[in-house]
């Protein structure tokens, strides 16, 4: 029992009013455009930065809703509860920066999960684990590219909560381990989460977006 309280407060002390400022729009997913040959452009400076961020909130905020709409055989509460929590988290970020974007916001892009057996608890949490992961370096990559301190601030307070779902994600792959923070994520020499920049990442995740994303005008 004190595992599983444990692991439920550690997340909910991720808190979204304390990533947010208690920024909190409806939790639905944006309406999707019918995907054409157009290219989405991120943009320039900060606002592409932004832009990056947003397009990889709008990634997780949609697969979380999709596990939590057609769970996996065998999903217990514990893991409903997590797992909903850390989608409420991924809608509100994807929110916050919709609305902080404003007019430079990008369209909402449209998902493939194609690779992804929702009905099997191995697939989902594998994608999990990767998606986590992969926000948590793409912050931390960007970090040094920002240059309004206000945008560097909200960036670190989202990083620290993607930080914390990447760890209860790989607790519930491999319970009471040292997974939570294992030496794949975290540089063994300094002790800190790898940083990685965007032009590694945007083709890592383009395989699960149907649109094609550029980021030629981000900052590096």
């Known amino acids: 029992m004190l595992e599983k309280v444990n692991r439920r407060y550690f ?84 929110q916050f920066f919709k609305a902080a974007l404003g007019a430079a916001a990008i ?31 793409a912050y931390n990559g960007a970090g040094n590219l920002i240059k309004d301190v206000n945008y560097l601030l909200i960036a670190g307070k989202i990083v620290s909560v993607e930080a914390r779902h990447a760890a209860a994600i790989r607790d519930l792959l491999n319970p009471n381990s040292a997974d939570f923070a294992g030496n794949d994520v975290v540089d063994t020499v300094n002790g800190f989460d790898k940083a990685i920049k965007p032009g590694v990442i945007l083709p890592a995740v383009q395989p699960f977006v149907v649109n094609k994303i550029s980021g030629s005008g981000l900052p590096s």
């Open 11 to 94: 997340l909910r002390s991720a808190g979204v009013a304390a990533t947010t400022g208690a920024f909190i729009m409806g939790c639905t997913l944006d309406d999707h455009n019918i995907p054409g040959e157009e290219v989405v452009d991120l943009g320039v400076g900060d606002i592409g930065i932004l832009n990056y961020a947003y397009a990889l909130e709008q990634l997780e905020a949609a697969f979380y809703t999709q596990v939590i709409m057609t769970p996996y055989a065998g999903m217990s509460e514990e893991e409903k509860t997590i797992l909903t929590d850390i989608m409420y988290h991924e809608i509100i970020h994807r």
């Open 107 to 137: 369209k909402g892009l449209t998902p493939n999960f194609g690779g992804i057996d929702f009905s099997s608890r191995g697939s989902v949490l594998g994608a999990a684990k990767l998606f986590e992961d992969t926000g948590v370096q």
